[in-house]
């Protein structure tokens, strides 16, 4: 928990979707206690729209160094790509950090010890899925199997490597079809704008074999995850069917919510929940 000034302020990498909403909602629900201090976009319209947009005058829109430099905590809602490089200028600075893109994390292990080694910490909201409770939970016993299972409309897939690499396209997808079943960091690699919440769960359940199946389903209007456990503790079935995020239909609008779910938690007194 940030607690190095008394109003601590905050600094949003990716000024998109996400980034757009926790902007807003930290300016008119944290007052007092956080404070938007800068904003950063490798598009630099995004950040001056954004600016604009919510008559944020005294936010400064920056480069990635002035950024750092301001905030005591850094939100990351950009990419995968982008994790790397702006964790390390977070956590190096002794700053917090906040991350959206999950896949990002898994692929850089290193930045944990980073975190450490500079009194810091890494947030990971629980993002498109609910469940992390009990799944940790479980996870201090023996798990014998972990599946995520995740359905999507072909639209909300375009863009992926997935097509590129497989040499399909996913206008040709006319009915039901698994297009992957496998391990969580091929996944993040065929599909890195889908299946953040893969990462999570391996994050937070590391010593498990995640599965991960990815299913295109024509005519789909939400965005469906279903996480299957079974273990020592018991059996566990969590279905999520979520409502895409205004604007981008890849972001299920749970995953802004769970963000600003964490940051209100991050402020409060009370804390409910493993
Ligand atoms: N953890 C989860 O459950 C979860 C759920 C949904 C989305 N996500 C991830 O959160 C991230 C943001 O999602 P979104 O819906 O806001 O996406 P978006 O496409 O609407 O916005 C991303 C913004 O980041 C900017 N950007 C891209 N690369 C950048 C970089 N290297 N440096 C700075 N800015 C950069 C883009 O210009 C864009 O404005 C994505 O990586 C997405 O996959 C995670």
Redesign the pocket.
């Known amino acids: 928990m940030p607690e190095k000034r008394t109003v601590v302020q905050i600094g949003i990498?990716?000024?998109?979707?996400?980034?757009?909403e926790l902007a807003g909602w930290i300016h008119t629900h944290l007052k007092n206690k956080a404070m938007l201090a800068a904003l950063?976009?490798?598009?630099p319209s995004?950040s001056n729209h954004l600016k604009k947009s919510l008559s944020l005058t005294s936010v400064l829109v920056a480069s990635?160094e002035q950024l750092v430099a301001k905030s005591d905590l850094v939100i990351e809602?950009?990419?995968?790509?982008?994790v790397p490089?702006?964790a390390k200028k977070v956590l190096q600075e002794g700053k917090d950090l906040l991350v959206?893109?999950?896949g990002g994390l898994l692929q850089n292990q290193g930045l944990v010890a980073l975190a450490q080694e500079h009194g810091c910490r890494i947030y990971i909201?629980s993002?498109?899925?609910g469940g992390l409770d009990a799944i940790k939970g479980a996870a201090l016993s023996k798990i014998d199997t972990a599946l995520l299972t995740t359905r999507k409309a072909p639209e909300a897939l375009a863009g992926a490597p997935y097509w590129e690499e497989k040499q399909k396209e996913w206008q040709s997808i006319s009915e039901e079809t698994v297009l992957f079943e496998g391990e969580v960091t091929e996944a993040i690699h065929l599909f890195?704008?889908?299946i953040?919440?893969s990462a999570?769960l391996q994050l937070a359940v590391p010593d498990v074999d995640w599965k991960v199946k990815m299913i295109a389903v024509p005519g789909l209007r939400r965005n469906i995850h279903e996480i299957q456990i079974e273990g020592e503790s018991g059996k566990m079935v969590f279905r999520m069917e979520n409502i895409p995020?205004p604007?981008?239909p890849?972001?299920?609008y749970l995953?802004v919510l769970?963000a600003k779910a964490l940051l209100e938690e991050m402020f409060s007194s009370v804390r409910i929940g493993s």
């Not at 990498?13 to 757009?20: A, D, L, Q, R």
């Not at 809602?77 to 982008?82: D, K, L, T």
């Open positions: 990498v990716g000024c998109g979707t996400i980034g757009g950063y976009d490798l598009n995004q990635l809602a950009a990419s995968v790509e982008a490089l702006v959206m893109s999950v909201p993002g498109a899925i890195p704008k889908n953040n919440v999570t995020a604007g981008n890849k972001t299920s995953a769970s």
